[in-house]
């Protein structure tokens, strides 16, 4: 934003130049979102799951097996627990502008990636229905109330339990 202002040109203008010099983001939450991003495709990867990305602004970041994914990276707080915000109105990198996200419509798998650095340490892929404005997860507790979609592939055609 401070390139578009200092040069006068628009956002969009900043990053189109960016990618095509092969510059990433400086914004921190995108470069986290990105790393998830690529270490749940590696998960379901290595678990045969056929996964295709996306392009940033499309609805989704992932597809498996023709299922459509969105990717929520978590860190996790003192005492273990990890918190992920789902609100339906979102907004923009810069809050420009605000828009809906309904996660029940426009996807089948929430995958929520706790990191522990740049590694992951917990995934939960919960089918949408499961959708709320708050998640919070508890990995090293037995009675989190999602627990059983811990590294679950159930909902794979081709799986029936957790790995």
């Known amino acids: 934003m401070e390139l578009a202002q200092q040069f006068g040109i628009s956002v969009a203008t900043v990053k189109r130049h960016k990618k095509a010099l092969g510059l990433g983001s400086n914004c921190e939450r995108n470069n986290r979102g990105t790393l998830g991003e690529r270490l749940v495709a590696e998960y379901l990867t290595q678990h045969g799951v056929e996964v295709v990305t996306t392009r940033h602004s499309a609805a989704v970041d992932l597809w498996a097996d023709k299922l459509r994914v969105e990717v929520k990276v978590m860190t996790p707080r003192k005492g273990g627990a990890a918190q992920v915000r789902l609100p339906a109105l979102r907004g923009s990198n810069y809050n420009q502008y605000q828009y ?26 919960l089918p949408s229905a499961y959708w709320k404005p708050t998640i919070t997860v508890h990995p090293d507790s037995s009675f989190c109330p999602f627990r059983p979609f811990l590294n679950w592939l159930g909902w794979l055609p081709t799986q029936s339990q957790a790995v």
Do not use: P, Q
């Open 100 to 125: 809906g996200k309904d996660y029940e419509r426009d996807a089948d798998i929430l995958a929520l990636a706790v990191l522990s650095g740049e590694a992951l340490s917990h995934l939960y892929l």
